[in-house]
């Protein structure tokens, strides 16, 4: 009896452990939120040397750990911009290099697990609208050229590396359009 009462009080120990590990786990997920959260209370301007580093550092692991959809929300809702901005521009090409890989690998997944014909309907829409602009000025560049470029490399890098067949034909005509906006429509 005392030997079936220890296998009983062990089986309940790692039962207990293995659901504090999985609530652990799924709140040290970040999240939307938790990443506007961050930011709002860590003012990186106020920060210099290590402190900094670690803040930035902080911040790439929490973007790079987010679902896609939650990423597409601080996207929407522009929350990495201030970030972004405050950081010189030696961390801004240190923090693209650390997150665009991730990012631009999470989208290329969504779009290869998309229905094709959900696929070609936001083909369709983004072509409208960026033919609706071909020939503008572009709008004024929150990064400098080399973190544009940056930018644009690694998107066609993960476009080329990730993308599947499939998903290079559909969006084909998207990338012309972009290359004829980007040209100013010559």
């Known amino acids: 009896m005392n030997f079936w009462l220890k296998i009983g009080l062990a089986l309940v120990l790692v039962w207990a452990v293995a659901a504090g590990a999985i609530h652990w ?3 040290s997920q970040p999240t939307a939120q938790s990443v506007t959260a961050f930011l709002g209370k860590n003012d990186i301007s106020a920060k210099t040397g290590a402190a900094r580093a670690v ?7 929490m973007l790079n750990r987010l679902a896609y959809s939650d990423r597409q929300q ?27 890989p991730a990012g631009f690998k999470q989208m290329m997944e969504s779009f290869n697990k998309m229905d094709p014909v959900r696929r ?6 983004a072509l409208a609208e960026m033919k609706k602009h071909e020939g503008d000025q572009p709008p ?18 993960s476009f080329y590396n990730d993308a599947s067949n499939d998903v290079k034909l559909d969006l084909a005509p998207l990338i012309e359009q972009m290359q004829r906006n980007a ?3 010559h």
Not at 55 to 61: G, H, L, Q, T, W
Not at 80 to 91: A, G, K, Q, V
Not at 120 to 125: A, G, H, S, T
Request: charged letters at 35%; proline letters at 3%.
């Open 74 to 100: 601080l996207q929407r809702e522009r929350t990495i911009d201030n970030f972004f901005r405050s950081l010189t521009p030696d961390e801004q090409a240190a923090f693209l290099d650390a997150t665009l």
């Open 55 to 61: 803040e930035i550092a902080r911040v790439e692991d």
């Open 25 to 27: 786990a799924r709140a």
């Open 140 to 157: 004024p560049r929150a990064l400098d050229d080399k973190n544009a470029q940056r930018m644009i490399d690694q998107g066609l890098r």
């Open 120 to 125: 070609k309907q936001f083909v369709d829409r």
């Open 183 to 185: 040209q100013g429509g």
